[in-house]
């Protein structure tokens, strides 16, 4: 996400974070760079304007540190800039009590991922332990009563709709006395969107807001279309006053436009991203996470959280008790795999390590190489998968031709498992690494 844009700020920040001296021509030539990458990237040239001033300012007055060289100093304003820019630190929703229902109004445009950003978030807090409620009031876009509907069930989530309504506040009354009635405390609205920003629809809007009296005003808004996300959301803001921002399609966004231009511009701030086209990609938007993420600096905390999803602390401690004795088997590697897919794509997960973006090309890692371990493996019967050493040629044999494999690649295969296992025992050996890496990851 963003890498047009982080490829040119990383360039400016290598180019000036090892000089031990920092001169007026030096922060001169690297804000210029930096001006020239935000235009690029679609920033609103109002905003480009306010960050360049702020960031000479800044990096001029700043004072030196014995500890830090300038160079790095630079590189601290930079970031501190884009920080404030992106909208300065997390903004939660403002739910009621548990025992209070809340309502959550969508807006948006045709075609920005409004009905199906609705559903992910009603997931989210379904996860969250809140008991959420999807009103179909987008009665404009043909099937949108039907896609909500097929995305509440596929999630476990009711939906109210009223079949042939031309009528959204009769669906939307329904929907808050449905909520009441069953005791769900989320209710979340998905309105009718245009092609463009029209009356017609500021009027529904308005109209459905004033009968909800929603709790969160929140406008869908493709990252992808950026200046343009940024004049929807100012018109949509002047209108119902928003309270924030979901940027969907986000993982696919090269240039940040949207992102950096939103809260200045439009004055709401960003409160989730879309990062997939599954119903679980919808993270909460962190301004210093991403602001780090552009800067290559990586996200060591998102990473953790996404593996935190993935594993559970009772399965930590099982893993970390069969690397310990030995007994980790294909079995466990298996499952290794199948939760590193879930964590996200190679690309996504590289973004979050720092150093690794733009050191290491993700298509040179071998997925293809990983797809036929795992095809191997799931070729195996249980019993060769927690005892691989019972794996002699005449098995070796059976999984090849199961797998679409050679019996070369099995024996590979087995090679690097024994090889693996040898270095994890090693490692686990070594109870100050095996403390620490579990206080990061939350497993004390």
Do not use: W
């Not at 986000?250 to 436009?257: H, L, P």
Request: net charge positive; proline share 3%.
């Amino acid at each position: 996400m963003l890498d047009r844009l982080s490829d040119r700020l990383n360039n400016v920040v290598r180019s000036v974070s090892g000089k031990s001296r920092i001169t007026e021509q030096n922060i001169a030539d690297a804000v210029e760079e930096i001006k020239v990458a935000l235009l690029e990237a679609d920033v609103n040239l109002k905003v480009v304007r306010r960050f360049v001033s702020r960031t000479v300012r800044e990096a001029s007055g700043e004072s030196v540190l014995r500890s830090v060289s300038p160079g790095q100093q630079f590189v601290k304003v930079v970031y501190d800039k884009l920080v404030e820019f992106l909208g300065d630190e997390r903004q939660d929703l403002a739910l009621r009590g548990p025992d209070v229902p809340s309502v959550i109004l969508f807006a948006g445009l045709q075609g920005s991922g409004k009905t199906t950003s609705a559903a992910k978030l009603a997931l989210r807090l379904k996860k969250e332990g809140r008991r959420p409620l999807l009103v179909a009031a987008d009665l404009v876009r043909p099937a949108a009563v039907d896609q909500l509907q097929q995305l509440g069930e596929r999630i476990g989530i009711p939906v109210e709709a009223i079949p042939g309504s031309k009528d959204p506040k009769a669906v939307v009354k329904a929907g808050l006395a449905r909520a009441k009635k069953e005791q769900l405390n989320v209710v979340i609205i998905d309105t009718a969107g245009r092609m463009q920003v029209d009356e017609a629809l500021m009027e529904e809007i308005r109209q459905v807001s004033a009968l909800a009296k929603p709790d969160e005003r929140i406008l869908v808004a493709d990252a992808m279309t950026g200046q343009n996300a940024v004049e929807v959301a100012r018109a949509f803001h002047e209108s119902v006053d928003l309270t924030g921002v979901i940027l969907s399609k986000f993982d696919s966004d090269t240039r940040g436009g949207a992102a950096l231009s939103i809260k200045t511009i439009a004055g709401t701030p960003i409160k989730f991203i879309g990062t997939g086209e599954g119903v679980e990609d919808l993270e909460p938007f962190y301004p210093e996470r991403i602001a780090s993420r552009i800067l290559g600096m990586g996200d060591v905390v998102s990473l953790v959280e996404k593996a935190q999803e993935t594993i559970g602390a009772d399965d930590a401690e099982r893993l970390q008790k069969k690397i310990r004795s030995a007994t980790f088997t294909l079995e466990d590697y298996l499952e290794q795999f199948q939760r590193v897919r879930k964590m996200g794509s190679v690309q996504s997960l590289l973004e979050m390590i720092p150093g690794m973006k733009g050191n290491i090309d993700p298509d040179q890692l071998d997925m293809d190489q990983m797809k036929r371990e795992e095809a191997i493996i799931l070729s195996m019967t249980r019993e060769e998968r927690h005892n691989h050493r019972i794996i002699g040629m005449s098995r070796r044999k059976r999984i090849a031709a199961g797998s679409g494999s050679s019996v070369f690649e099995v024996g590979q295969l087995i090679k690097r498992f024994d090889k693996m296992r040898a270095m994890m025992k090693k490692v686990s050996k070594n109870k100050k690494y095996q403390s620490q890496l579990m206080a990061q990851m939350g497993h004390r």
